[in-house]
C-alpha cells in the first residue's frame, strides 16, 4: 500500500485509533553528504543533499497499526 504524503493543508490520522501526532515513519533516502575531516580523522557531515526520498511505511505510535493513515485537513485549513 502506498502511503498518502501530508501536504501544506492535510495530515496524517490513523483510521483505527484517531491518533494525529506521533508516528513511525520509515523513510529511505539517497542522499550526498558533504563530510568534513579534522585533523584527528573525525568525520562530521556539514551538509546534506537529498536527491530522492520514499515513504515506505507509517506506523502509529499509539495501536501500532501500519499503514493504517488517512489524510485530513489540518486545523484552519479551507476545504
Ligand atoms: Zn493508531
Redesign the pocket.
Known sequence: MTVPLPTATTRWR??????LTRFDVTRASKVVEYVHLDLAGEPKVEEREVLSETIESVR??????VD?VELVDRPGADS
Open positions: 490513523c483510521t483505527l485509533c484517531g491518533n502509529c505510535r499509539w495501536c501500532n497499526a493504517q
